[in-house]
Each structure stands twice: as C-alpha cells, then as structure tokens.
C-alpha cells in the first residue's frame, strides 16, 4: 500500500469520526462509534447444520462455513474418543447441543446447558 493510500484513508476517517457534519450517521450515531462485524452473524447456526449433515453421511458438506473444520475436530475428539478437550464443543454443535434446542425453539438454551451438564456429569463421575 503507497503512501498516498494510508494518507487518504486518515483523512476519510477523520472526516468521518470528527468532522460535525459528516461524523453522524442518519440515525444520529457516531460513524465509528462501533466495531464493524466482519463475520457471518449465522456462523453457528450454519457450522451446526453442517456438523449434523456430517454426522448423517459421514462426509464433509462440499462448502463449510469458515471455522467449520476447527470445529469438528474439536466435537470429534469428544464424540469418537470421550476426550473431554472437546466436550464444550460437541455440547454447543452437537445433535443435542445447546444450538440444537436454539434452532428448534423446544427450549431455553439454560435448559438444555442444564441437561447436558447433567449427561456429563454421568458419563463421567469417576473423574
């Protein structure tokens, strides 16, 4: 990036963040009085559904979400071997996970916390 550039992206933000009559947007609010969202706001709901179709044919879906594979690895590492390093994962994206009651509306997310946190403490009471 030249000079030049960095030089003019100063000055579009400082007209933006400081100048009286550009520095509000429509609404009345602060131009960069927040931070932008650079990722997809159903990035769980999709990683989920995406899990559960791998779960079903044992494939991963031709296009993922990013963060998908990080994720499966960690629910596998429970799902396949008990291993508790992902246990807090499989208990978000799993078939009976805390964005599973979300999606379909049958419960608070507390109440189904609540229920996997009880599933554990059974499957691992000698720990």
């Known amino acids: 990036m030249s000079i030049e550039a960095v030089i003019k992206l100063f000055n579009l933000f400082a007209e933006y963040e ?5 520095g509000n947007n ?3 609010l602060r131009n960069f009085a927040y931070p932008f969202v650079v990722d997809d706001i159903n990035a769980n709901y999709k990683i989920h559904n995406e899990y559960l179709q791998f ?3 044992g494939k991963t879906p031709e296009t993922v979400t990013a963060g998908y594979d990080s994720t499966v690895e960690a629910c596998e590492k429970y799902n396949k071997d008990g291993n508790m390093e992902g246990w807090s994962m499989y208990a978000i994206f799993g078939p009976d996970s ?3 009651a979300r999606q379909c509306g049958c419960g608070s997310e507390r109440l189904s916390r609540q229920r996997l946190y ?3 403490d059974r499957e691992h009471a000698e720990l």
Not at 18 to 22: R, V
Request: net charge negative; proline share 0%.
């Open 98 to 100: 805390t964005e599973s």
């Open 26 to 28: 429509a609404a009345g």
């Open 18 to 22: 400081f100048d009286e009559k550009t």
């Open 118 to 120: 009880r599933q554990f």
């Open 55 to 57: 779960l079903e044919t």
